[in-house]
């Protein structure tokens, strides 16, 4: 049963920084991209960064620059950095993993506030 627990989010300041931790199990971990996907109140849910297997990354132009998605394969766990927070970064970041069905973690809160 594929597994994914977010944590790491909280309250910070603008240019602030927070580091996100996904513990995934239930599957394949290393043979799979990760995700991370943000929703802010009101919006959509949106793409933020990907690492594939291999690790290469991509990243949302919003936040090119200011965030990095790694991955431990022998911790089992994806991270994103985020730096230079702002307001607008706000939002409920969620981990997932398309395993035939895309599988999503619950979702931690960031909020970015002076």
């Known amino acids: 049963q594929v597994r994914l627990v977010e944590s790491g989010g909280g309250l910070v300041q603008p240019g602030g920084s927070l580091r996100l931790s996904c513990a995934a199990s239930?599957?394949?971990?290393?043979?799979?991209?990760m995700s991370w996907f943000r929703q802010a109140p009101g919006k959509e849910r949106e793409l933020v960064a990907t690492?594939?297997?291999?690790?290469?990354?991509n990243y949302a132009s919003s936040v090119m620059g200011r965030f990095t998605i790694s991955r431990d394969n022998a911790k089992i766990t994806v991270y994103l950095q985020m730096t230079s927070l702002k307001p607008e970064d706000t939002a409920v970041y969620y981990c997932?993993?398309?395993?035939?069905?895309?599988?999503w973690g619950q979702g931690t809160q960031v909020t970015v506030s002076s």
């Open positions: 239930g599957f394949t971990f290393g043979s799979y991209t």
């Open positions: 997932s993993v398309l395993r035939g069905l895309r599988y």
């Open positions: 690492i594939t297997n291999g690790g290469s990354t």
